[in-house]
């Protein structure tokens, strides 16, 4: 998948939860660190990560996972990407029905 639809899905699916900080999340860079940058707290990146599996299809065991493999949108698509092998296509899925 490439970074940048995996971006824009990160970033409408983080303002759709938080939309009082849609701006600032928009400014977002790949590579910045979600939790650092304080508008993804633990809770919102567990969320991200079962709205990323219900889309891709991939399974993300975030209890195998090492902090910084899911520390930004770049890292956590390199887990996508690496899990995702019979998933070639993202699934069609309207943010307004993300996992919650």
């Not at 299809?57 to 090492?66: F, S």
């Amino acid at each position: 998948m490439r970074l940048s639809e995996f971006r824009a899905f990160v970033l409408a699916h983080l303002a759709s939860q938080a939309p009082e900080k849609a701006e600032a999340i928009e400014a977002l860079k790949s590579n910045d660190d979600l939790l650092e940058s304080g508008l993804v707290d633990s809770y919102a990146l567990i969320d991200l990560c079962l709205a990323v599996e219900a889309w891709t299809g991939a399974t993300i065991d975030i209890g195998m996972l090492e902090p910084e493999q899911f520390s930004s949108i770049e890292a956590l698509l390199e887990v996508v990407n690496a899990k995702r092998g019979d998933h070639p296509e993202p699934r069609k899925l309207d943010l307004g029905h993300a996992p919650r």
